[in-house]
């Protein structure tokens, strides 16, 4: 489906700046992952990981596995 | 033993994005038309995260999914995902009742640009997300 399909589709995307700081486009994975923390992100260990994907409803998505 | 040994260095980062409460209400549909204010039962504030799945190979970005997950009822739902599946970053539009009714393809952008950009949507405009998800 098209983008221009979704003009009765609700959305509020984000512009690209993000409204805030985005990492620039070429970031390295290491920045990545302290923009993310810097946002308050906690890397979970794999037990908790394993607890947060066994209580989640995941959408059915025809062609993709869930995301746990 | 190349390929093994390349599979080894593959790491995979998940994290999860606690978003504070701002106090703005969500309304769980409880049946009727999605759009009757009649069909909203309770007015909420679920605990809301960002699940960051990235997996890194060498250094790069191979795949990753970022789901905007709610609690409702001891259970957290999958109420939108951008991800990396089928070869080209796109997001995921999810709908209580219509399933998925939407996919945008992300092709002018990197695997990396769409990463931040489904993070900077899910943060900014989770409210309005979840709200969607739940009428539609």
Known sequence: ?68 | LNRFAESELAEQFICRIEIPSIGHPFYFSTGGTASSTDARESVINPPTVIRVFQHTHLGRLIGFSIVLLILHADEWIDVGRFDSAHGTPHRDILGKTKGLPEKLWYDELTAKQVFALAISTFRKNHVQISNDFLAN
Do not use: C, F, H, Y
Not at chain 1, 28 to 50: D, F, M, N, V, Y
């Open chain 1, 1 to 68: 489906m098209s983008k221009s399909a979704m003009t009765s589709w609700p959305t509020e995307e984000a512009p690209l700046d993000g409204g805030g700081s985005l990492p620039r486009p070429d970031a390295t994975i290491e920045e990545l992952e302290q923009w993310i923390i810097s946002l308050g992100g906690r890397e979970l260990s794999p037990e908790e990981a394993r607890d947060l994907n066994a209580k989640v409803r995941w959408a059915d998505i025809p062609g993709e596995p869930a995301p746990a």
